[in-house]
């Protein structure tokens, strides 16, 4: 790992992050290290524990609670999100992926815990170029800051569905889903769930949807890469973008499951390290091998590969990272080395955030590594680079 910090170093004196943070565990032998700024508008260096906004790294979390609530069985794959939300029962389903959002059929099935694990469940999201994605945003949802997930996902449950639930891969508010279902079957709120679940035996103590007024000065600034001119400018480019979801600061009552947490380099390593075994450093049990090995496992039928995520304002992507991966309940899941170009190892897991943020689990090669930063559609060869040096050299 000798030459990560000089290539992370190029990235930042180029000018494409205002600072990285990085960990790699592999084998037990931890290389970690940092580059650039808080900000950079103040040049404030990178504080111990400094706090990112994870974006959709939340997601991983979401679906390790239900799937504790399956091993637990509080819930099933098979059941029917109207079980859990009623208010899902008549939902209705587009006549055709492109088809007016007044131009609707009943479902044949209703979406289940595993379609909304797998995002195959119908849903879509504000920022996709579909009629519900654009429904989403004309309606504001989830990007309030004042609303409760329970009010989100009443507003959600009278927008019809993209497509019939199972027969197509669209990345979506399912998770969020998942969190008002956490709150339902329980009878607590999702942050006292994530806390006794996740935070506090994972000691992911500087985790949450909230921050202490001392973990606010530690928050690093949020930026937007304009690839045009190669240089960062202000995060919130258009109202359609994700940059726009309004991500609280001080609202203790704010909740999500798709989006939301903060979270620190080390806190963030611990649930990954926690996904090689299902266990903490201390041998407690957080999932059991065989829900974590399916969990991590591709669970989409060749059909529905390889899955894309495309932002509305963009018709055809010039590469689809997601080529070489399948999905799993929750996961990327890596199952085709040579369209990874040789780097990585079948089995690896892991997911993203919007803001560059990225993890990777290796079983195989008993390998976890977290990067940190906060770019909107920053440059790619962050994460690649990062991932190529780390697999030149183990």
Not at 252 to 272: P, V, W
Request: hydrophobic share 35%; charged share 20%; with cysteine.
């Amino acid at each position: 790992m000798q030459n990560l910090q000089k290539i992370i170093d190029q990235h930042v004196n180029d000018g494409l992050y205002p600072g990285v943070e990085w960990k790699i565990n592999h084998k037990g032998k931890i290389f970690k290290g940092k580059s650039g700024c808080l900000s950079l508008e103040e040049k404030r260096p990178i504080a111990t524990n400094t706090i990112y906004r994870i974006w959709s790294m939340t997601k991983p979390i979401i679906s390790i609670v239900i799937l504790q609530m399956i091993q637990e069985k509080k819930i099933k794959f098979e059941d029917e999100l109207s079980l859990f939300l009623p208010q899902f029962s008549n939902i209705k389903v587009l006549k055709n992926i492109k088809a007016n959002i007044e131009d609707v059929v009943n479902i044949k099935k209703q979406p289940t815990i595993k379609d909304l694990l797998m995002h195959t469940a119908g849903f879509s999201y504000n920022f996709l170029g579909d009629p519900i994605g654009e429904q989403y945003h004309r309606l504001g949802l989830f990007c309030s800051e004042n609303t409760s997930l329970e009010e989100e996902i009443n507003l959600l449950s009278k927008i019809p569905l993209l497509y019939e639930p199972s027969t197509n891969w669209v990345y979506s508010v399912s998770v969020d889903i998942l969190a008002r279902i956490i709150e339902v079957v329980s009878g607590f709120t999702l942050q006292d769930q994530l806390k006794k679940r996740i935070f506090d035996p994972l000691e992911m103590y500087n985790t949450g949807f909230s921050l202490s007024s001392s973990n606010k000065l530690n928050l690093m600034s949020s930026y937007h890469y304009d690839n045009v001119n190669n240089i960062l400018i202000e995060s919130n480019t258009h109202p359609r973008k994700i940059a726009n979801y309004d991500y609280p600061i001080n609202n203790k009552n704010y909740s999500r499951g798709g989006i939301g947490l903060y979270s620190t380099l080390d806190d963030y390593s611990n649930f990954a390290e926690m996904l090689l075994t299902g266990k903490t450093i201390y041998g407690e049990t957080i999932l059991s091998s065989e829900l974590l090995k399916q969990a991590t496992t591709n669970q989409l039928s060749e059909f529905l590969l390889p899955f894309e995520i495309k932002n509305f304002d963009i018709e055809k992507l010039e590469e689809n990272v997601f080529e070489p991966y399948g999905w799993g309940l929750g996961f990327r899941v890596m199952i085709d080395i040579n369209k990874a170009n040789g780097i990585g190892s079948i089995g690896e897991f892991g997911w993203a955030g919007a803001a560059s943020t990225y993890f990777l689990v290796d079983p195989k090669n008993d390998l976890t590594a977290v990067l940190m930063t906060q770019v909107f559609e920053g440059s790619p060869t962050l994460s690649k680079d990062f991932v190529s040096n780390i697999y030149s050299n183990i």
